[in-house]
């Protein structure tokens, strides 16, 4: 969370997870933490059983700078 130093109000913070293969148990606890704080997006490197897409490298670029903060996960 980012405190904003004039109205002294609070700003959730936007995090990027890139992930390059599937989350351990760990991994996904802690990802599901953050969401609870701040906005987050979970990109996956893998092909994944669930969305079957492939990256999206240019949007991936763009988020990167895009986010707040960015996380990866190997």
């Known amino acids: 969370l980012f405190r904003s130093q ?7 913070a ?10 351990d148990e ?3 606890r802690l990802i599901e933490a953050t ?5 987050i997006a979970v990109v996956s490197l893998y092909q ?3 969305s079957g897409t492939a990256v999206n ?5 763009e988020d990167i700078f895009v986010y ?3 996380i990866c996960w190997w």
């Open 35 to 39: 969401a609870a704080e701040d906005e």
């Open 68 to 70: 707040d903060r960015v």
């Open 57 to 61: 490298w240019s949007r991936l670029v």
């Open 6 to 12: 004039e109205a002294g109000s609070v700003v959730m």
């Open 14 to 23: 936007k995090i990027l997870h890139i992930l390059k293969c599937k989350p």
């Open 48 to 50: 994944d059983e669930v």
């Open 26 to 28: 760990n991994v996904a």
